[in-house]
T-cell receptor, first 112, second 110 residues
Framework: DGGITQSPKYLFRKEGQNVTLSCEQNLNHDAMYWYRQDPGQGLRLIYYSQIVNDFQKGDIAEGYSVSREKKESFPLTVTSAQKNPTAFYLC???????????FGQGTRLTVV | GIQVEQSPPDLILQEGANSTLRCNFSDSVNNLQWFHQNPWGQLINLFYIPSGTKQNGRLSATTVATERYSLLYISSSQTTDSGVYFC????????????FGTGTRLQVTL
């Protein structure tokens, strides 16, 4: 089945630890994105990548890092510098920039 | 940056009723999508509609790009329509930057 797979669904970490969220797609899409959603809010863009080995900061990139070494993979690392990391994280992809975006099922990160 | 406003913020309907959700945006766009977020958080694509009108079963959408708004129509609502509906736009001249509204929370009751 073609789609976007995020893992894990739920993640618990202690404060001060870095954590990496996985996002894989088999849709052959060039563009990939990471969004953050807080309770009762819309989604905010963290990072996006339009092509392998290239990525750009979104609106709330501080405390996060990404890599794009393969077309199908766009992992997100939440670093200890992120002040409020507890949130719902969603990964998306699209054929190219500004075409229809499709989302994975999300990862709920809780930092205690 | 571009502002996206959705109305109403909350909506309660009886099953079978019709509704219209609105999305206003503050600048020209080349991408507009409507999503339904289910209770498990999954974002379901409803429409990719930067302009014009589309229909899919009981749902339809219209975007009037020149007047900077889009409407989502839900007819004969069902309890499974409950959830949050998001409008997201990609401003003209920028790359890969979907900006989301804060959503309309819909509850359909029996």
């Amino acid at each position: 089945d073609g789609g976007i797979t995020q893992s894990p669904k739920y993640l618990f970490r202690k404060e001060g630890q870095n954590v990496t969220l996985s996002c894989e797609q088999n849709l052959n899409h060039d563009a990939m994105y990471w969004y953050r959603q807080d309770p009762g809010q819309g989604l905010r863009l963290i990072y996006y990548s339009q092509i392998v080995n290239d990525f750009q900061k979104g609106d709330i990139a501080e405390g996060y890092s990404v890599s794009r070494e393969k077309k199908e993979s766009f992992p997100l690392t939440v670093t200890s510098a992120q002040k409020n990391p507890t949130a719902f994280y969603l990964c998306a992809s699209s054929i190219w920039q500004n075409t229809e975006a499709f989302f994975g099922q999300g990862t709920r990160l809780t930092v205690v | 940056g571009i502002q996206v406003e959705q109305s109403p913020p909350d909506l309660i309907l009886q099953e079978g009723a019709n509704s219209t959700l609105r999305c206003n945006f503050s600048d020209s766009v080349n991408n507009l999508q409507w999503f339904h977020q289910n209770p498990w958080g999954q974002l379901i694509n409803l429409f990719y509609i930067p302009s014009g009108t589309k229909q899919n079963g009981r749902l339809s959408a219209t975007t009037v790009a020149t007047e900077r708004y889009s409407l989502l129509y839900i007819s004969s609502s069902q309890t499974t329509d409950s959830g949050v509906y998001f409008c997201a736009v990609g401003p003209l001249g920028t790359a890969s930057k979907l900006t989301f509204g804060t959503g309309t929370r819909l509850q359909v009751t029996l």
